[in-house]
């Protein structure tokens, strides 16, 4: 048996069966999309629920919707007859997923539903089964054939409504101008939250752990000033705060392999006048562009008013995982 060929026939069926759905989303997903767009708007939530591989896929959907700030919740259709009907309020969007449409726990909850004032959407596969003809939006997610040998196991199925709800989830996500920023508040704990969250102002080193000097400083008070901020650089600044230069440990260097006297002079000399700046404002991933664009170590932060009040290091983001 070869099997990858019999892999990539797998994997060309459930294709063919996308490329199926996708000539057939019209008005009917639009007519849902609406139906969200106005319950989160009078602030009423979406509620997912499903039976075998369907809830399985549910799972999923109501996760990704919550993923991207719309509020869902997952009712386990067994549980509802039991009690957890009571997480369906008035007005509530209720997504019921069924491949045949005649799954009988969800038929057995269909009327207390709809007793419940609620919109119901249905994803199925049969679009005259009972559960699409009391749904207010049936989204239609047949296939002509499982990706299973025997035609059995649900999977082009499966895969059919897993990318609709995907669909849906995103299609909403555009249409309330649901931005990076957003999704990173919902994700504070992983490295996307670190990256969109973390303002250079968090991430700067500053106070003890600056070295500052002005241009008259002498290359050995400098040197002094390095060493006790533990930094390579030196930021140098006017008499009323502004930024002058920076000398850095590889400028001195530079200076020192062509005048071993350098000590007493005034980095002034040796100044670099217009370093690269970032405002503390700023994410601090935008400080990984901006290093790779001058190939620099060190990044000067300044205010509003042009001020410096700290300095990133390279290392300092990889210590925070910004790397």
Known sequence: MNYPEKAQRVIELEIRELQRLQDRVGHDFTSAIDHM???????????????????NIASKFAATLNSTGAPTVLLNVGDALHGDLGIVAEGDLVFTLSASGETAELLTLLP????RQITLVALTGNADSMLARHAD???????EREACPLNLAPTSSTTTMLVLCDALAMVLLEARGFRSED??????????????????????????QLALITPETTVRVALEAMTRARS??????TPS??????FTHGDFVRAFQKDPAIAEHPVSTYLTTHPVTIQAEKLAVEVLSTLDHHRVDDIVVVNAEGTPVGLVDTQDLTRLKLV
């Open 137 to 143: 939006v049936s989204l239609d997610v047949q296939v």
């Open 232 to 237: 390579g650089v030196a930021i140098a600044t």
């Open 241 to 246: 705060g502004k930024l002058a230069g920076v």
């Open 37 to 55: 767009l106005a319950a989160l708007a009078s602030g009423k939530k979406f509620v997912v629920c499903g039976v075998g591989k369907s809830g």
């Open 112 to 115: 207390h539903l709809k007793r």
């Open 183 to 208: 999704f990173a508040s919902l994700h504070p704990g992983g490295s996307l939250g670190r990256a969109l969250l973390t303002r250079v102002g968090d991430v700067m080193r500053k106070d003890l």
